[in-house]
């Protein structure tokens, strides 16, 4: 069992920044952030390997960054020019590569964007 601990969710004005942390206390994992806004399905936001490669959803391309430090086991999600649309509670995520339905969340942490 993979837990994630998850932090640096907050309020903050739209144009502004947050970043989101996360640390698992395993490794090896696809790491990944998820968001789910009030009344609508839960969506990928970002994940990457372990080896660096990274994919984003549409929508927050050119705006936020995924990284992570293999060393610390932590990923973390660098959101810039924040929108009132993505406000949601984002869930980090650990995927395991190579096993099906070998998939971990963390709690999930609060975003909101206000206008």
């Known amino acids: 069992q993979v837990q994630l601990v998850e932090s640096g969710g907050g309020l903050v004005q739209a144009g502004g920044s947050l970043r989101l942390s996360c640390k698992a206390s395993?490794?090896?994992?696809?790491m990944g952030w998820h968001r789910q806004a009030p009344g609508k399905q839960r969506e990928l936001v970002a994940h990457?390997?372990?080896?660096?490669?990274?994919n984003y959803a549409d929508s927050v391309k050119g705006r936020f960054t995924i990284s992570r430090d293999n060393a610390k086991n932590t990923v973390n999600l660098q959101m810039s020019y924040l929108k009132p649309e993505d406000t949601a509670v984002y869930y980090c995520n650990a995927r395991n590569p190579y096993l099906a339905g070998k998939e971990y969340w963390g709690q999930g942490t609060q975003v909101t964007v206000s206008s």
């Open positions: 990457i390997t372990t080896g660096g490669i990274t």
């Open positions: 395993g490794s090896g994992y696809v």
